[in-house]
């Protein structure tokens, strides 16, 4: 069993998904007969993480406890930090007497079947503070264009993968030093990752051509429900 904990953050509004969030949080929507986050924790077992620490809000705590408790029903050992919201950062942060070693953070509104097991084994090999995984395979949402000094469009495509600047898959592994730089109100990938590469920590890149889906907007929640029941409906 892979001794690294998973920090799952699961605590936001989830906004973007209202009214359904009014009622359930949105790790927990169901899809294919069971909650988005059982989906989460067979891909972690599957790469021996057992071990998971829930980041969740007040409001919804109670809920997460309800469906989890410590773990059993679903082969894991779940310890929760329930704190208000005041960002990913600083929910890392509140955890940090449970993250004593090196630990995943893990988007909870994410699912991916990227090679995990190996993503650690190249932070340990590099000897890394922070190790992102990396898509090279996401296309973005708009078209883009270049144009020349006259203004003539030289280059157009519509939803490109740009190949050299990989997305980031809300999959990261930290060393417990990262929590130094987690503060109040921050954002992990907007303001903690550039800050710990100002800094000059080592922070490495997992290349992977494994896509990643989230469960952020209806657009993609109904795209993750088509992908997992078609999954469903071909065993």
Known sequence: MNELKAAILAGGAGTRLSPITQY????????????FLDYVFTFLRRHGIRDIVMLVSPED??????????GEAVHMNVEYSIHPRKGTAQAVYDA???LDSSFVVYYGDVLTDLNLTDMIRFHK???????LALSRSVPIDYGVGKINRTGRVVYFEEKPVLKEYPVSMGIHIFEPIVLDYCRSRQDIAREVIPQLIKKHLRVFGYSTNK??????????????????EKKVNTI
């Open 96 to 98: 940090r007497k449970l």
């Open 24 to 35: 359930i949080p949105k790790c927990l929507i169901p899809i294919g007969g069971k909650p």
């Open 125 to 131: 090999n590099k000897k890394a503070h922070c190790t």
């Open 61 to 70: 705590a109670e809920i997460y406890r309800n469906e989890y408790r410590s």
């Open 211 to 228: 896509r990643h889906h989230d469960i952020g907007s209806f657009k993609h929640l109904n795209e993750i429900k088509m992908m997992i």
